[in-house]
Nanobody, 120 residues
């Protein structure tokens, strides 16, 4: 069974940095895109960053120049380096993977979410 396990969230002051990681495991044949969504209190979930299997990436305008997404295909892991954090970055961050499992079924899988809180 596919699982995505996130780590790296926490509390940081404005201007600080955090590095999130998300490791996928269990019955994976191949992974296409991976990425991070975030959901702030009272707001809809929004895409923060995405990276393809060939390491092409895209970012939300609100995080461009501050966040960097990367992945280690050998470890089925995606990272999100977040610099110059702002209070408005406070949210639960969810990783996802669009992958094919060993039964050759494609689908989107989600992590459990990790809280990022930026104090002013």
């Amino acid at each position: 069974q596919v699982q995505l396990v996130e780590s790296g969230g926490g509390l940081v002051q404005a201007g600080g940095s955090l590095n999130l990681s998300c490791a996928a495991s269990g019955g994976i044949f191949s992974i296409d895109s991976m990425g991070w969504y975030r959901q702030a209190p009272g707001k809809q979930r929004e895409l923060a960053a995405v990276i393809t299997s060939r390491s092409s990436s895209n970012y939300a305008d609100s995080v461009k120049g501050r966040f960097t997404i990367s992945r280690d295909n050998a470890k089925n892991t995606v990272y999100l380096q977040m610099n110059s954090l702002k209070p408005e970055d406070t949210a639960v961050y969810y990783c996802y993977a669009f992958l094919t499992d060993r039964a050759y079924r494609p689908g989107i899988h989600w992590g459990q979410g990790t809280q990022v809180t930026v104090s002013s």
